[in-house]
C-alpha cells in the first residue's frame, strides 16, 4: 500500500511540475486574422472570417498546444461587390456549405507541436467544422509576437458537397476544387 501512494504521489507530483511549467497565451481576436482563398475551374474567390477567441499554449518559449474558435457567420467575400458579394456570402453561409444556422463556430485544437528550428513548428491537430472533426497537419512560423500558417482543407471531409467532383459527375466548368486555403496570422 505503502509503495502504491508513492507511485501515485510521484506520478501526481511530475504531472503538476508540468502542467505549471506551461502556460496559456491568449491570442487577441481583434487583431488576428483569416484570409480564406478558394478555387473553381473558372477562377477563384477569397475573403476573410474572424477569430471568436483563441490561445497558445507555452512550455517556456516553445509551442507545445493552442485552441481557437472561429465565427462562422462572420464569412465575408472580399474579390465582388454589391449584390454578387451578398449572394456568394449568403451561399456560403447554407446548408450547401458551411450550415452556419446550424454550425456558427468551427474550432481548432493543436494537439501536438514538434520544433523543427528556430521559430517554426510542425503542428498536428483537430480541425471541426459542421461538427465534424478532421485531424490537420500544418507548419507554423513564429516571430515576435506573430502566428503564422497556411492550411489547406478538403472540405469534402466536412460534408460541403456542393460542385464537388468527390460527389458528383460532369460538372465541367461549373466544378469547385475541394480544397481551399487558410491562410492564418494569430497575433498574440
Not at 486574422?33 to 475573403?47: D, L, P, Q, R
Not at 453561409?93 to 474550432?107: G, L, Q, W
Not at 460542385?163 to 458528383?168: V, Y
Request: proline residues 2%; hydrophobic residues 40%.
Amino acid at each position: 500500500m505503502k509503495k502504491n501512494l508513492l507511485t501515485l504521489s510521484l506520478v501526481l507530483s511530475s504531472i503538476l511540475t508540468v502542467w505549471s511549467q506551461s502556460s496559456l497565451i491568449p491570442v487577441d481576436a481583434e487583431e488576428s486574422n483569416i484570409h480564406w482563398m478558394a478555387k473553381k475551374v473558372t477562377g477563384e474567390h477569397e475573403g476573410t472570417i474572424n477569430l471568436l477567441d483563441g490561445s497558445l499554449e507555452m512550455e517556456g518559449d516553445k509551442i507545445v498546444g493552442g485552441s481557437f474558435t472561429v465565427d462562422m457567420n462572420s464569412i465575408v467575400c472580399t474579390d465582388l461587390s454589391g449584390e454578387y458579394k451578398g449572394k456568394l456570402e449568403g451561399h456560403l453561409k447554407s446548408d450547401d456549405f458551411f450550415s452556419v444556422a446550424n454550425f456558427p463556430k468551427a474550432s481548432l485544437l493543436i494537439t501536438d507541436s514538434e520544433m523543427k528550428m528556430k521559430n517554426h513548428y510542425q503542428m498536428t491537430g483537430a480541425l471541426t467544422i459542421k461538427g465534424i472533426t478532421h485531424p490537420v497537419n500544418f507548419e507554423m512560423h513564429v516571430e515576435g509576437n506573430t502566428a503564422m500558417t497556411k492550411l489547406i482543407v478538403d472540405r469534402s471531409k466536412y460534408d460541403i458537397r456542393f460542385r464537388s467532383a468527390s460527389f458528383f459527375e460532369n460538372l465541367g466548368d461549373k466544378m469547385i476544387y475541394d480544397d481551399f486555403e487558410l491562410a492564418v496570422n494569430l497575433k498574440f
